[in-house]
């Protein structure tokens, strides 16, 4: 992973002293809160129902096991013992005081981390997926330019006061785990046809209260020119996105209204103005980077483990969590390992304690290179784990409650943290996220469904990424009370697409039921492996629809 | 023009007497030295030829406004304000990048409006060499806003090589021990 230098080392430094003034000004009243609000929130500080929530950034997901004991300190001294792994790979602690937050951002940049860029209208962290370098079916290692792009975007002077917030996903596998459709800019990284690394940028992408995946604007850009396109594109959003309108105010509706055509010309214009400058990347700075991220020392290992396959046979619930909690490798002999965050009921998903997280530091350095990833399905990655070493970290991972073998299945729920602490969302998504964990604990009947996700957000705002589930949960608030419209035919990946609502929404106890039946549907009319998402293509909502509204004592109340 | 800052040599101070006022749009205002006139009354003085005028005046650019339109005649502007209606709205910085880099303004480039002490270093990473604090503000406090965290990666007017570049040449000489 990327090592900080002195450069990296004295801007976080630097930046944690700004930090620190700016809360004594704001302390003793010489800030007003208006003034203070958005330098609070470039330095992941926001302010929730119940008190601070701090966001740090984990950099496309990458954490090294010494930075995650670094965090489990952070939530046992500073925190309620834990933390919440976030669908943009970040991590937040939620009981924050204010007059701590300078003590805590100077821990995090003694461990080269920041929380710098993490919430606000600027550009924030950049994401990919977690499995990237490691994974069989990737192309190009994505790593080494989401580092150069969060170095170039990181108090960039010029747009630090953007129209709203902005997200930059980077993917590289032939299916895309980084969900990079449903970014301000997505890039796809792919090889020419002499192998040198070009770019699709793909532009306008976002959920929020208007869901639009986003659409190309430039095919096989090379890489030299990655920060100047994206300088263009943030000129254009920057000087013509509008401001009279947070709702609008997002990249997605710029597009929108002038056309993709247009703004891909508007975009090449102002890009035809630099791109041959002093701002195209340079072999000599991808290499330096990219050094970082080279492969560790992997092991000459015999791809067919005897003792592996022995326990496989030997142990179903082992051979189970393999086969659901893994990921292929492309160094043979070893796999990637899904550690749940989603246990059931007994814990919010994303939720880890300071406990767990040293526990997971620990065997990240035993079994692995001493690295952990975030996924956006905020769950936890060991990237290179050796065959021969799963069933003794399965035990482990048992002792830990991080070895629930439903990775990709429904009640890998993603889920914001709603109304619990959020003080934007409208209804609270942990209690419905909780009833249908419940619900649906069989582990059999889980497996039985196959390939399923659930997302679920407490208001518009999406954090829960619902459009993009197959069954997506969005809670609206009618009268004051809180109710739960569903979608589905979400997806995310190479055939991203975005649900659509089944019809009116539910009452929260509600919601089990409904899921029920759509499940039902699904049983009844899918064909051999089918996954859920390929029926709900092939038979369209009506049968769903029809199931779950079918008279049955379920009271329909109408709330849009 | 009140509570302004400018970059003396690089360095920040506050001038005591600075001579420029914004034009409040009343007839006959505009004429006589230091004003600043609105883009649209720039264009019009040009256009009309009004004798000395164009040529002594400032313009103020709304954020709206396209810093392009003051190409033709950029050289002989002794200064650009650019507002910022909101310290939130970041337009400026944007026009104030395009008039140094691109259209090649050499005079003085002045932030007016919701300008406050935790921007200055951004205003001045994008060009900007003087600074009209908002006039609630004490601007011997303001100053302080240069000091300090002034590290950016990214190319800016005032560091017109990214740090990769710059890097490479350190890496040549005391920072080589820094990266691994």
């Known amino acids: ?560 | 023009m009140n509570n302004v800052i400018g970059l003396v040599d690089g360095v920040a101070e506050c001038l005591a007497d600075d001579p420029w006022r914004l034009d409040d749009g009343e007839k006959g205002s505009s004429t006589g030295e230091s004003v600043i006139v609105t883009l649209e009354r720039w264009k019009a003085a040009l256009c009309g030829g009004e004798a000395g005028g164009a040529s002594n005046h400032g313009v103020v650019l709304g954020p709206d406004d396209d810093p392009a339109e003051l190409r033709a005649a950029i050289g002989r502007i002794p200064i650009i304000a650019l507002q910022f209606p909101s310290f939130r709205d970041g337009r400026a910085y944007s026009q104030a990048n395009l008039l140094r880099t691109r259209y090649g303004f050499k005079g003085d480039l002045r932030a007016i409006g919701d300008v406050l002490r935790d921007q200055l270093v951004l205003m001045r990473h994008c060009g900007f060499t003087s600074f009209a604090v908002r006039s609630d503000k004490c601007v011997v406090d303001a100053l302080k806003g240069f000091d300090g965290c002034d590290m950016v990666y990214a190319r800016s007017v005032a560091t017109p090589e990214p740090l990769y570049r710059r890097r490479v040449r350190g890496g040549q000489s005391q920072e080589a021990g820094g990266h691994e």
């Open chain 1, 1 to 560: 992973m990327y090592n900080y230098d002195s450069y990296d080392r004295a801007l976080v430094q630097a930046r944690v002293h700004q930090f620190r003034d700016q809360v004594s000004r704001r302390l003793n009243g010489r800030l007003s809160e208006e003034e203070f609000l958005p330098l609070r929130l470039q330095n992941g500080v926001y302010l929730q129902r119940h008190a601070y929530m701090l966001r740090v950034a984990i950099p496309y997901g990458t954490l090294s096991s010494d930075q995650l004991r670094t965090l489990a300190f952070i939530a046992d001294q500073y925190d309620r013992g834990y933390g919440h792994f976030t669908t943009r790979q970040n991590i937040q602690f939620n009981w924050i005081e204010l007059e701590q937050v300078p003590d805590i951002l100077q821990l995090l940049a003694d461990n080269d981390m920041h929380a710098i860029q993490t919430s606000g209208n600027c550009v924030r962290n950049i994401t990919t997926e977690a499995f990237s370098g490691v994974a069989a079916d990737e192309l190009i290692d994505p790593r080494p330019l989401a580092e150069i792009m969060r170095q170039w975007s990181t108090v960039n002077p010029e747009f630090l006061f953007l129209p709203r917030k902005f997200k930059i996903a980077i993917s590289s596998s032939e299916s895309d785990r980084a969900a990079v459709r449903s970014h301000d800019i997505g890039l796809y990284l792919y090889p020419g046809k002499s192998g040198e690394m070009l770019l699709r940028v793909m532009v306008g992408g976002g959920l929020g209260r208007t869901p639009i995946l986003n659409e190309t604007v430039r095919e096989a850009l090379p890489w030299q020119h990655l920060l100047t396109y994206v300088e263009a594109i943030l000129r254009v959003y920057n000087r013509y996105g509008r401001r009279d309108n947070k709702y609008k105010a997002r990249i997605k509706i710029l597009v929108r209204s002038l056309g993709v055509d247009a703004f891909s010309e508007e975009v090449e214009r102002e890009w035809e103005q630099i791109r041959d400058g002093a701002a195209e990347l340079t072999k000599e700075e991808y290499f330096r980077v990219a050094q970082d991220f080279s492969a560790p020392h992997y092991e000459n290992v015999d791809p067919v483990d005897l003792d592996f396959g022995a326990w496989l046979a030997r142990d179903s619930g082992f051979s189970t969590w393999v086969r659901n909690n893994t990921q292929p490798h492309k160094v043979p002999g070893y796999v990637s390992v899904v550690l749940s965050t989603k246990p059931g009921a007994s814990a919010p998903p994303g939720d880890v304690t300071g406990d767990q997280m040293r526990a997971v530091a620990e065997l990240a350095d035993k079994y692995g290179f001493g690295e952990v990833r975030v996924a956006h399905e905020q769950n936890l990655v060991f990237p290179d784990v050796r065959k021969r070493d799963l069933y003794a970290l399965w035990i482990a991972l048992q002792n830990h409650h991080l070895a629930t073998p439903n990775i990709g299945l429904l009640t890998d729920v993603i889920a914001c943290p709603g109304g619990d602490y959020c003080s934007l969302a409208n209804t609270r998504s942990l209690p419905v996220a909780r009833d249908i964990q419940q619900r649906f604990e069989n582990l059999d009947f889980l497996h039985d469904l196959g390939p399923l996700s659930l997302n679920i957000s407490g208001c518009m705002n999406a954090c829960g990424h619902h459009h993009i589930g197959n069954i997506g949960i969005l809670g609206v608030s009618k009268n004051g009370e809180e109710f739960f419209q569903i979608t589905i035919g979400g997806a995310q990946g190479k055939d991203s697409a975005l649900g659509r609502v089944i019809g009116p929404a539910f009452k929260v106890d509600e919601v089990p039921e409904a899921i029920d039946r759509l499940l039902q549907v699904y049983l009844r009319y899918r064909e051999a492996d089918e996954p859920f998402v390929d029926v709900v293509r092939r038979l369209g909502v009506g049968p769903f629809k029809e199931e779950v509204y079918r008279k049955s004592g379920v009271d329909q109340e109408v709330a849009q």
